[in-house]
């Protein structure tokens, strides 16, 4: 890490005549924001250390790793730039600034901000970070050396939901690696740095535990010379033990590093995870917290499985037959047409998708068998809107027309009511005024507008797969 004050002396200001002081009033130092001074590059070779070269990435959040409010003061001119080695994933840090001051919030120390980013991947030199270009080359093939070899199980033809990835993955695998290895552990380590900067909300998983697994997206580049193995992404999951005698899977970690991202690596490494968890026949695959975008690649790769599953066509045309008989949205009651309980078990059973993740599914191959589909779709979207309110207002939305009376008693004033529900059906109890409720209204028909432009975009890319 360099960090270096640029020189702004003039050398004819010793000649100037002095001026006298004038008394003012200091600046307040207001900050920076990190993401403002900044640079971050991937590079793969030596050639692109210390220039603009790389690839630039756009970390989720530096704010957070700053004290106080997130900024950082006392300098001006101030800007880092960070090169990572993806051979290596070292990084070393140039800091240079026009000059620092104490503007009454103190001067940021930048190296204990740096080091609870990127840690012991830090180097202190430009020449430490090229040295690892050569004493580090095979980093990762020592690392994949020692794991077990998935790529067999997921590659199918096309696999992704965007194009065909046939060409992409030709020399793409995966490996699997028990991050209780201290090897695999030490690539974790060092990739670290990179989930906190492009993983929102993510917090490192203990290398410690054998129950986490790393699943390694490895390209393979072969010369006359030697194999030299590139890691694209990687993604991780704990194995959790399950009554009496099974295993589930749960993704924690997935990052696809930024130049190979929206290329289907991400879908791939999804059917992978897919094809593990029903060659060993563990319970289910859940998600921790999945964000939208991973959510929407889970849910291409899912459906196309589903769309093979005859059981549970049969259960999807049913649903659309009474589905399709008409005006629920002009019903006192609408259905919410779940799947049968039995097609949710076996799904669980034969794809590892768990219930939760089946019935988002469920609602977009409904969407798909409406035929036409303009001619339901009213019906379809109360269909949804019942679900969306369910989920946010809780199962017990319907319970407008509960009551809670106060009634006189000698034993406690607070604790003296009666609930009963009124017979007419009129919402009582605790009210909102009219611009709460028009907020609410507007908020749940936005969610509701955004879950089937979702739908509309996955059965588009679905149909569009199979056509």
Known sequence: MKQKQQSNADPSADAEPKKRRRVGFATIDVGVEASDCFKIYLVSSKEEVGTSNGYCISPVDLN???????????????????WISIMSFHAYADITFEGNSDGGKGITNLKPALESIFGET?????????????????????VVSNGENLH????????????????????????RVVVGNSAAGHLYSRLVPLVLLLVDGSNPIDVTDPSWELYLLIQKNVDSQNTQNLLLGFTALYRFYHYPDSSRLRLSQILV??????????????????NVAISENVYDLTVEE????????????????????????????SAVLRLERGKLSKKSHTPRFMPPPDIVDSVRKSLKINKKQFLQCWEI?????????????????????????????????????KQVIQVPSVHDEE??????????????????????????????????????????LIAKKVSQQHA
């Open 257 to 274: 590093l930024p130049p190979y991202q929206h290329k289907g690596y991400g879908s791939y490494l999804v059917e992978v995870l897919s």
């Open 415 to 456: 604790a003296s009511f009666v609930m009963f529900r009124s017979g007419n059906g009129v919402v009582t109890g605790v009210q909102m005024d009219k611009d709460q409720t028009k907020t609410q209204e507007e908020q749940l028909q936005q969610l509701v507008d955004d879950r089937i432009k979702e739908i509309k």
């Open 290 to 317: 999945p964000l939208d975008y991973f959510q929407h690649v889970r849910t291409c790769v899912d459906m196309k499985r589903l769309l093979a599953f005859d059981s549970v066509q049969e259960a999807v045309k």
């Open 122 to 142: 830090l180097v202190e030199t430009k020449d430490d970070l090229l040295q690892t270009f050569s004493t580090e080359s095979h980093f990762i093939s020592s």
């Open 152 to 175: 067999y199980k997921a590659f199918n033809g096309d696999i992704n939901c965007n194009s065909n990835l046939e060409a992409t993955t030709s020399n793409v695998e995966v490996v």
């Open 64 to 82: 957070n790793f700053f004290d106080k409010d997130g900024k950082i003061y006392g300098y001006q001119g101030l800007k880092i730039t960070v």
């Open 365 to 401: 191959l409904i969407y798909l068998g409406l035929d036409p589909v303009d001619k339901y779709m009213e019906d379809y979207v109360t269909i949804i809107s019942n679900r969306v309110k369910a989920d946010i207002l809780g199962k017990d939305s319907e319970t407008a027309g």
